[in-house]
Structures are given as C-alpha cells and as structure tokens.
C-alpha cells in the first residue's frame, strides 16, 4: 500500500512538472515570436492582434489592485451569477432527471419537449432571457441554468436507468423498502452520473453568464471583454480569458474534490 502511494505522489510530481513545462514552452515562444520585428510583420503574431504575455500578466497586476480599475467586483458579479446558475440548474436537473428516470410513461409523455428545448441553440435565446429578466444579476443566474439543466438532466437520467436490476432484487430480498432502495441504491448510482457532468456544467455555466453579460450588462467579465472588442485591446480581452479559466480550473478541482468526499466507494477514488 505504502509504496502503492509513493507510485501515485511520484507519477503526480510528474504530470505537474510536465503540466509545468509545457506552459513554459507556450508562454516563453508566444513572448519570444511577438518581439522579432521580421515575425510580427509577415505572420499573425502581432502583438496588436494576441498582446504579450508580459503585457497581460501587467494587465492581471494593475487589476487585482485595489481601485477604480479593480476586477474584483466583476469578477465577483460573473462568479455570484455562475454559482446561483450551477447549483440551480445541477439541482432541478437532478430531480427532474431522477423524477423520470424512475416513472417510464413520465419519459414518454415529456420526451419530445425535452429534446426539442435541447435542440435549439442556447445562445439564441440569451437576447429573450435578456428583454424578459433585464440586465441585472436574474437574467444572467436563468442563462447559467438554461445551460447547465439540460446536461445534468440526461446525465442523471442516464445514471438513474442505468442502476442493475439485479442490485434492486437483492436489496428487496434483504428486506431493504423502497425508500431505502432509492436513497441506497438509485440516487447514488444517478450521483456518479451526475458529477462526471459537472466539469462541463462549470464550462457552459461561466459561458451562459459571459454571453449574457455580452448581451446586456455594465459590468461583469463579459462586459470587460466586449469593452475590450470594442477598443481593440487585446491585452485586456487574454487578462479577462486568463481570469476565467483560472475560475473554472479552481471550480473543478473543487467540484473534484467534493466528489471523492461523496462518492469515496466508487472504484476510481478508492485507495
């Protein structure tokens, strides 16, 4: 067992340094191709066009300073809204995932609503969501779920279909009811289901509030962005992505984590 771990903290130490390296890589060429005058003329490497990562690491600096410039209240307003919108929309699609997956003739009577409200393109319906809620926090926290609902519901349905028949017998025959069987058996089963969806309910939850707040908003990291189009400033709109993807890379490592705590008996997060 012990040297089982070492194995794992050995190999872990690895992929970072490696994770390392390449950023390294990426980021020492992206610096380096910018500043030769020949490079920048004749190739897309213009530094007007992808900034520098001097420039935007400056830019990270001047923001997370305190001030009129500060990024933190946009920031907070985009993570505020992407928070409401991932719980709301991880909850009603767990439920409403759970809630068919056990009653077939519910799946068959809402099936065609739900296919066709997945089939539409999101995006068209932030500038509705947008007229109907305003520009304030609601039509941002309804974008974030719209997006986030649909993946956790077929996921959780899936999970909840998916639960052996042969585990249900067994637990009947050990006496077990069939409030036990689901709160045992089934909600765990759709559980697992449901968290190997969240990684990319994060992604489309900070995406539906960015687009939402390109749409409509005064402030937010969508409106720093479309700010930062509309000025042709490059270096502002890579510090806004940078920012976003630090989020959503910190949202799932936490997501990952809560994970292990509550699925400690799968096989993948067994010791």
């Not at 919108?85 to 909850?91: I, P």
């Not at 699609?93 to 296919?115: K, Q």
């Not at 939850?205 to 707040?213: D, F, K, R």
Request: aromatic share 14%; glycine share 6%; with cysteine.
């Amino acid at each position: 067992m012990r040297l089982d771990r070492r194995a794992a903290i050995a190999r872990r130490v690895r992929v970072t340094l490696w994770q390392v390296l390449i950023l390294a890589v990426i980021l020492g060429a992206w610096e380096t191709l910018t500043r030769i005058p020949w490079f920048t003329q004749n190739t897309l490497f213009d530094p007007f066009f992808i900034s520098q990562p001097s420039r935007v690491a400056v830019r990270l600096w001047e923001w997370l300073q305190p001030g009129p410039r500060s990024v933190w209240p946009h920031l907070w307003l985009t993570l505020q809204a992407t928070l409401i919108g991932l719980a709301v929309g991880v909850g009603s699609g767990f439920l409403v995932g759970m809630t068919l997956s056990r009653s077939r003739f519910l799946a068959d009577v809402f099936n065609p609503y739900i296919v066709a409200f997945n089939s539409m393109p999101r995006i068209a319906f932030v500038p509705l969501i947008t007229m109907f809620f305003g520009l304030g926090l609601a039509s941002k926290v309804v974008t974030s779920w719209f997006v986030v609902f649909f993946l956790v519901f077929f996921n959780t349905y899936k999970g909840g279909r998916s639960v052996e028949r042969e585990l249900v017998d067994f637990c009947r025959t050990l006496g077990g009811s069939p409030r036990q069987i689901l709160w045992r058996v089934r909600v765990p089963t759709a559980a697992a289901w449901t968290f190997a969806a969240l990684p990319n309910a994060i992604s489309f939850a900070l995406i539906g509030v960015v687009l939402a707040e390109f749409v409509g908003s005064t402030t937010g990291m969508g409106y720093l962005m479309i700010t930062a189009l509309a000025t042709l400033n490059a270096t502002d709109m890579f510090a806004a992505v940078t920012l976003l993807s630090l989020v959503g890379i910190a949202l799932v490592y936490c997501v990952t984590w809560l994970e292990r705590r509550l699925l400690h008996w799968a096989p993948e997060f067994r010791e």
